[in-house]
């Protein structure tokens, strides 16, 4: 067990609707990255918060969204979407600080996004 | 983005045989991480190194930050069914930002 919390497991929806999938990070990191890994494909970054602020974006589409709150859970807002969006969304956290060296990213056991 | 390359794509092995895979960057790197994943799961963090020239082991596995900080490797030893997955080299830079992730090595263990 990482640490890293993520729900739901799975998800399914229609195109055009909106869904919000939630991280929990482990105790102490201020770091959350989200990551979409579509089916046999690597990890393509989406975007890093650190305590509350965005630090990192990656290619995250517009029709895409996140937000770290104040305990340090962070949500990801998917919107308008479409069958290409369906994919395995995976939460990390790590206790990096910006210019801060010597830190690890754990992985949360993902959420399955279908769109139908 | 950064891209980290990852050679070879896929593996395909004896058990008992030993495996090695390496990621390279164009850019310098102050940590590598090494990961393993199992389909439809999260990946499980495996190694992490944070100095140029470190050999880290954990287990049958062994992993070493390149000298000139743009480069990785991960040996198995004695490979068992149980090394099946996808390997991901990842990397992060001095800013301490994102981590960069490499295109995965997919091992298959043949009993």
């Known amino acids: 067990d990482s640490g890293v919390t993520q729900t739901p497991k799975h998800l399914i929806t229609a195109t055009g609707q909106r869904v919000t999938l939630r991280c929990s990070p482990r105790?102490?990191?201020?770091?959350v990255y989200w990551y979409q890994q579509s089916l046999d494909q690597g990890l393509q970054f989406l975007i890093q918060?650190?305590?509350?602020?965005?630090?990192a974006k990656g290619n995250i589409l517009e029709r895409f969204s996140a937000q770290q709150f104040p305990d340090l859970h962070s949500e990801l807002n998917l919107s308008s979407l479409e069958l290409g969006d369906s994919a395995l969304y995976f939460c990390?956290?790590?206790?990096?600080?910006?210019?801060?060296?010597?830190?690890?990213?754990?992985f949360g056991q993902g959420t399955r996004l279908t769109v139908v | 983005g950064q891209q980290l390359n990852q050679s070879p794509q896929s593996m395909f092995i004896q058990e008992g045989e030993d495996v090695s895979m390496n990621c390279t960057s164009s850019?310098?790197?102050?940590?590598w991480l090494w990961y393993k994943q199992d389909p439809g799961e999260g990946p499980v963090l495996l190694i992490a190194?944070?100095?140029?020239?470190e050999l880290t082991s954990n287990g049958r596995l062994t992993a070493q930050f390149g000298i000139t900080r743009k480069d990785s490797f991960l040996n198995i030893s004695a490979s068992i069914p149980s090394d099946v997955g996808i390997y991901f080299c990842?990397?992060?830079?001095?800013?301490?930002?994102?981590?960069?992730f490499g295109t995965g090595t997919s091992l298959t263990v043949i009993p």
């Open positions: 990390a956290s790590s206790a990096t600080l910006p210019g801060k060296l010597n830190t690890e990213a754990f």
């Open positions: 105790s102490g990191d201020l770091s």
């Open positions: 918060y650190y305590n509350g602020e965005e630090r």
């Open positions: 850019s310098i790197f102050n940590t």
């Open positions: 190194l944070y100095k140029a020239g």
């Open positions: 990842a990397g992060q830079g001095r800013t301490g930002n994102q981590f960069y």
